[in-house]
């Protein structure tokens, strides 16, 4: 079975399909990527597909919790939903468990704010943060997306990060 180009490169052939599941991981995957709202219309017109074949889905993404009307009214957003269900992971909770505790002796220390960061692909994601004491504070959201090259807290974690060897190195 040959695939129409839906998987990440290097994916040609897949034993099983399951086309449900796949229409409901293209809305999550296309509403992630956006910064503004889209509607039934702009997300059929975004995956080729009709907005008869879409509108289910999107129902059930939403009742679901995974995706909800902007409060604008004017489309689809993404939810942390997700996000929410990978902290669940045991690997996630254990970072927490260790970094909060010295999170907020470093907050209270320096009278700042911090967060913690991981990577995810090219990106940094706020999994944590600590509020300071001080009436006056800066802080990241949990959940926070941005290029890895773009934050501090990329360039940190770029910095520290294992080295890895390449043909010829």
């Known amino acids: 079975m040959t695939n129409k180009g839906k998987e990440p490169a290097g994916q040609d052939e897949r034993r099983y399909r399951a086309?449900?599941?796949?229409?409901?991981?293209?809305?999550?995957?296309?509403?992630?990527?956006?910064?503004?709202?889209?509607?039934?219309?702009?997300?059929?017109?975004?995956?080729?597909?009709?907005?008869?074949?879409?509108?289910?889905?999107?129902?059930?993404?939403?009742?679901?919790?995974?995706?909800?009307?902007?409060?604008?009214g004017d489309g689809f957003v993404a939810t942390d939903r997700l996000f929410s269900l990978g902290m669940q992971q045991a690997p996630?909770?254990?970072?927490l468990e260790l970094a909060l505790p010295r999170m907020k002796i470093l907050s209270a220390a320096v009278g700042q704010s911090c967060h913690l960061a991981v990577r995810s692909r090219g990106d940094i994601v706020v999994v944590a943060r600590m509020e300071s004491a001080e009436r006056i504070g800066f802080s990241v959201r949990i959940g926070h997306?941005?290029?890895?090259a773009l934050t501090r807290s990329g360039a940190i974690l770029f910095t520290f990060q294992e080295r890895v060897m390449g043909a010829g190195s």
């Open 19 to 72: 086309p449900a599941l796949e229409k409901g991981l293209d809305i999550l995957e296309l509403l992630a990527s956006e910064r503004d709202p889209l509607t039934v219309s702009a997300i059929s017109q975004r995956l080729g597909r009709s907005m008869s074949e879409l509108f289910r889905m999107i129902q059930v993404l939403e009742f679901r919790g995974f995706i909800q009307q902007a409060p604008s």
């Open 92 to 95: 996630v909770k254990t970072l």
């Open 145 to 148: 997306r941005r290029p890895l």
